[in-house]
């Protein structure tokens, strides 16, 4: 690779999956965050989610400037195309130590290494830095003031280098932490339960610049390393990854699945819209059809009232029985009677997942 300065924040492998293909080249449909309607038209995958030298070492460091460029281009983005075969592969059940862990590594990535973290940092580093030249400098010019644990003492003359100073201090601690942080996140969530849901029905998942999303089940303030914590990614326009919080009897070796319609790519994809920093991406006509139905079905009429009121009771339990499975098993009695107990009410009888794992149970022998 020679001097890679044109750097993905979010892979081309993984935008690909909501891309149109043509000719060898792919285009997303794009929306920024503020403004009202998608761009007229289609970007190429090239072109978005990227920013020059975001990875590239100061030219100070006596190292390889594009060494994380080269590891994530490597070890992570060449990884990805199997990793996401093997997670919409419907017939794959099992899975071993190490695919768990290239799962994890793959696409956490898409959370560490986002500039979210270093962009928030610069600018409360600007801002503080504008707001002492305004508020502390002295008769003679002089600026002090404390940053990040230590004393700042420059001439409001000096204010360019001595930001630019600090832009660089903070982009090295990103660098060198993101990376420290994704693998020590790895090994912590290998002790998680993973679901792959797909979609079905005349609608479709979209993504963005921060696609991640992760909070906690029981509303904890945001720690990335909090156990309860669920993540919830979109593969692509079909499928969606979601992470489980830690439980210590999870399946290692087991990816659930499930399938979903409406309700669940309507809420999903209002989440992705929130959580992206400028741009939501999708498939050609796919970000117009989330413009349109998210006023269509959130208004607060009775009925679409009435109707989610129904769905966040399905998703509650799912998320219930989800975590019963990744502590239990499928075949324990406290899962077995968790199924039984949510087919029998009216607002699951629908769930053809249920049905389905329900059946097969009673063919093995373990309902009467």
């Keep these: ?83 996401y075969r093997l997670l919409v592969d419907d017939s794959v059940e099992e899975i071993t130590e190490e695919q768990r862990r290239k799962i994890i590594l793959t696409t956490m990535s898409l959370f560490f290494r986002t500039p979210k973290f270093l962009n928030l940092n610069e600018r409360r580093i600007d801002t503080i830095l504008d707001h002492a030249v305004r508020t502390h400098t002295d008769k003679e010019g002089k600026v002090k003031i404390q940053l990040n644990g230590h004393w700042l003492d420059f001439h409001v003359e000096q204010v360019g280098e001595v930001r630019n100073d600090l832009h660089i201090e903070n982009k090295l601690n990103f660098l060198s932490q993101h990376l420290k942080d994704l693998h020590e996140f790895v090994d912590f969530k290998m002790e998680a339960g993973l679901s792959v849901i797909t979609i079905h029905g005349d609608i479709d998942l979209i993504t963005s610049d921060n696609p991640v999303i992760m909070h906690s089940v029981l509303k904890n303030r945001f720690n990335v390393f909090d156990p309860t914590n669920i993540i919830q990614l979109p593969l692509d326009n079909r499928h969606y990854l979601i992470i489980y919080p830690n439980t210590e009897g999870v399946l290692k070796d087991r990816v659930f699945r499930g399938d979903r319609d409406l309700y669940f790519v309507l809420t999903s994809n209002q989440q992705v819209e929130e959580n ?93």
């Design 276 to 368: 992206s920093e400028e741009w939501i991406l999708g498939k050609p006509q796919t970000i117009h059809a989330h413009l349109r139905d998210q006023p269509k079905y959130f208004a607060e009429t009775p009925e679409n009232i009435a109707r989610m009121d129904v769905f966040e009771e399905q998703r509650n339990d799912i998320m219930e029985l989800s975590a019963m499975l990744d502590q239990f098993g499928l075949t324990h009695e406290n899962t077995l009677q968790k199924i039984k107990e949510l087919l029998e009410k009216p607002l699951h009888q629908n769930n053809f997942d249920l049905q389905k794992d329900y059946e097969e149970l009673r063919k093995k022998g373990y309902y009467n």
């Design 1 to 83: 690779m020679n001097k890679p300065r044109h750097q993905h924040y979010i892979p081309k492998s993984y935008l690909k999956n909501f891309a149109l293909e043509q000719d060898g080249k792919y285009f997303v449909e794009a929306k920024l965050k503020n403004e009202a309607q998608p761009k007229k038209r289609l970007i190429s995958i090239r072109d978005i989610c990227v920013d020059k030298n975001i990875y590239t070492l100061p030219s100070e460091i006596d190292e390889d400037k594009y060494a994380i460029e080269k590891y994530y281009a490597s070890e992570i983005d060449e990884l990805y195309p199997a990793i």
